[in-house]
C-alpha cells in the first residue's frame, strides 16, 4: 500500500459551499492519506454563513475556509493535484484550466444548498442534506485501493461515485 498523500481539489463556481463542505470532510476523513483544496471558477470571496456554521456543528476546522479562484491552483507554483472533482453542475460545463501534473477527473454533482428556498431551518437542512451526500461519496472515495488499481479502473470509479446513489432509507 502506498503511503504517499494524495491532493485532492473541489470545484464549484462560487466556492463558497459544496466545495468547502467537501474540502472539509475530505481532510477529516483522509487521515493524512489525502489533502483536500476547494476552488471556484467564479468565487463569491466569502463562505456562505450556513456552511461554516454547519461544518463548526460538526466539529470541523473552519480556519482553512476561504473562498478563491481555481486560478490559483493551475498557476506553476500550485500543490500538483491527482483528483479534481467537479461539485456543481455548472462548474462541470465549463473549460477548466489545465492542470498540472494531468489528474484524474470525475463530476459529483451535488444540488446547491445556497439556492434553497424557505425558512432558515429549511435552507440549513439542504445545507445538511449537500453535506450526507459529499460525506457518503468521500467514504466510498477514501475506500478505494488507489495504489493498486489501474488508471482506466480507478477513473471508472471515481465516475461511477457521482452517479445518483440510492438515498438512505
Given at each position: 500500500m502506498s503511503d504517499?498523500?494524495?491532493n485532492a481539489l473541489f470545484l464549484c463556481t462560487g466556492n463558497s459551499a459544496r466545495?468547502?463542505?467537501?474540502?472539509?470532510?475530505?481532510?477529516?476523513?483522509?487521515?493524512?492519506?489525502?489533502?483536500?483544496?476547494s476552488a471556484g471558477s467564479q468565487p463569491k470571496g466569502e463562505v456562505h454563513p450556513f456552511a461554516l456554521d454547519l461544518l463548526k456543528s460538526l466539529n470541523h476546522d473552519t480556519s482553512f475556509a476561504r473562498s478563491k479562484s481555481w486560478e490559483e491552483f493551475a498557476a506553476e507554483n500550485a500543490p500538483v493535484m491527482d483528483f479534481?472533482?467537479?461539485v456543481?453542475?455548472?462548474?462541470?460545463?465549463?473549460?477548466?484550466p489545465v492542470w498540472p501534473g494531468q489528474p484524474m477527473t470525475a463530476h459529483w454533482g451535488v444540488p446547491d444548498p445556497a439556492?434553497?428556498?424557505?425558512?432558515?431551518?429549511?435552507?440549513?437542512l439542504a445545507f445538511a442534506e449537500a453535506y450526507r451526500m459529499l460525506n457518503n461519496r468521500i467514504s466510498i472515495f477514501t475506500a478505494?485501493?488507489?495504489a493498486s488499481l489501474d488508471?482506466?479502473?480507478?477513473q471508472s470509479r471515481l465516475r461511477d461515485i457521482g452517479r445518483d446513489m440510492p438515498k438512505a432509507g
Open positions: 504517499r498523500t494524495y466545495s468547502i463542505l467537501a474540502e472539509a470532510i475530505l481532510n477529516r476523513m483522509g487521515q493524512g492519506r489525502f489533502r483536500a483544496y479534481v472533482f467537479t456543481c453542475d455548472s462548474a462541470a460545463n465549463e473549460a477548466c439556492a434553497a428556498q424557505g425558512t432558515d431551518a429549511e435552507k440549513h478505494l485501493p488507489i488508471r482506466l479502473t480507478l
